[in-house]
């Protein structure tokens, strides 16, 4: 399985042969070099940075591997048909349009968010005098087993999770941008890292 890191640009639109509007996300993807090479994973970098914007020990490893530092470090499954050397950088041509990708990231965080809009609960009645329109109400389960059940859904924290979106379609190649566009939408807010691989699920 075959990845590259990139960057979330926004969203956008095109159109395909037949005329027809797609709605797209453009994705910076690489070059990224390649950090460390394991046994069955590869250790790539994304997005050049000052070296004074980097800790000691983080600017240490790049001056080691004579590689210019970079902000955002992964790993990758390895492609098991392809040979890897330290140094050498993948770049968005590994794909083409057509192919089809999963897209890891980090999702909007919506702060503290009530259970209808977490988790989709219809609420309570709006009229003849109900004063539970939003609330939680009872979370209880009678005289059996009389507690609550573990993993009940309840208001708290919302987003700011890690989301793989899967079977995105790639729509075209930039190579000279270092651009992708995917049909729909992605984990992540604007200049938000991903991790793009090739789908697991479909070919």
Known sequence: ????????????????????????TAVEAGPCPVLN???????????????????????GLFKKKGISPRRFIKEVVRDPGREYKLGEELKVDMFKAGDYVD???????KGFAGGMK????????????????????????????SRVWRGHHMPGHMGDATVTTQNLKVVNIIP?????????????????YLVIRKAKKKK
């Open 37 to 59: 090479i394991r046994d069955k994973s590869v250790q790539l970098a994304f997005d050049e940075v000052k070296e004074s914007k980097l800790k000691k020990p983080e600017s």
């Open 103 to 109: 897209v890891t990231g980090i999702s909007i965080g």
């Open 118 to 145: 977490r988790w989709g609960w219809h609420g309570g009645p709006q009229t003849h005098g109900s004063m539970s329109h939003r609330r939680v109400g009872s979370i209880g389960s009678s005289a059996w087993p």
């Open 176 to 192: 000279e941008e270092n651009l992708m566009l995917l049909k729909g939408s992605v984990p992540g807010c604007k200049n938000g």
């Open 1 to 24: 399985m075959a990845g590259i890191l990139g960057k979330k640009i926004g969203m956008t639109q095109v159109f395909d042969q037949e005329g027809r509007q797609v709605q797209v």
